[in-house]
Every structure is written in structure tokens, then in C-alpha cells.
């Protein structure tokens, strides 16, 4: 079995809030800044591989008076990546050790993607990496699964595909993949091993 991991959320912690907590005063500021300004629909734009030049312009040409913190989303992006869920990469550890062929599919910036892999080595076990912001594509679009599959001759029915978001999974799901919804480290291990992966 094959087994597709998504990347934010799953493998590494990504919090917009642990970024902004450190430029607003209350987290009244936080939560209405994340829910106007830097919003879900703005950051998917470039998960779907818009630059963050760009996307800070648009931004801030609608929020100017907020220049600064829109600013920090591209050049403290970092900090909305504080580290790895460590119980997650232990498991990808293990299943590597077992030689389970790994695969990842992730809604990722193109760019910020590449400064990823810079941060955690872990991410260097996948023979192949879909990333939406390359193939301006978005999960859950059934396109992006058929490319990793395409990409890496697999059968949709030899692979379990891992992620956080629901409609992800169902995406996965309507292409034949089987397919888990991530809650938690523990969960996840005791879902793979029902599977004799683990």
C-alpha cells in the first residue's frame, strides 16, 4: 500500500494566529484581522501559486492602514510554521522503515514550499511531492490526485491518503483512493495499524 500524506497541519503545524498574537494586542485584533484581511480565500489564492508579492499589493491596497502586519504574512511566514507535529513525522519514520512507498499531495505556496523542505529534512522521504502552487491546482479537486497517480503509475485503489480537512478526504475519496481524516497523531497510528501498515 502507498501511502499519500497531506503536509500543513499533518506533518507541520501551520497557525497564522501564532504570527499574529505577536503584532495585536488582543486576540479580538487577531481574529479580525484573519477574517478580513489575510483571510482563508486570500491565502488560498496563493496555495494556488499567486506570488506573495502580489498577494500583500492586493491586500494592502484594500486594507492600507494595515501595510505592516498584511507585510509580515510573506516576510514572517515562518512563524505561522512553528515546527513539526512530532508525532505524525514518528510515524512517517516508522512506515518509512518499512520501506511503505510514501507520497505527498499539499496545498502549498509554490515558493514558501521550497523554504519548507529547507526547514524540515523530514520531508525528503517522499518520492514525489504534489504541491497546488507548481500545478495551480487545489485540493480537493480530483485533478490533483489523478497527477500523482499519473505522475507515478499507482492504482487509486493502492493508496490511503492522509489529511486533515474533510473535503479533502472526500476529494480523495471520489478518485478511488481510500483515505483517513487526520484528528491526531494517536488516531492516525491506530487507524494505519488497523490497516497493517503500522
Known sequence: MNVVFDIGNVLVHWEPRALYRKIFATEAEVDWFIANVCNSAWNLEQDRGRSFAAAVREATARFPEHAEAIAAY??????TVPGPIDGTVEILEDLRQRSTPLYAITNFNQDKFRETLERFAFLGVFRDIVVSGDERILKPDPAIYRLLLDRNSLAA????????SEKNVRGAEAVGMKAIHFTTPDALRTELAGMGLL
Open 157 to 164: 485503489s493502492s493508496c490511503v491518503f492522509i489529511d486533515d
Open 74 to 79: 510573506d516576510l514572517r511566514w515562518h512563524e
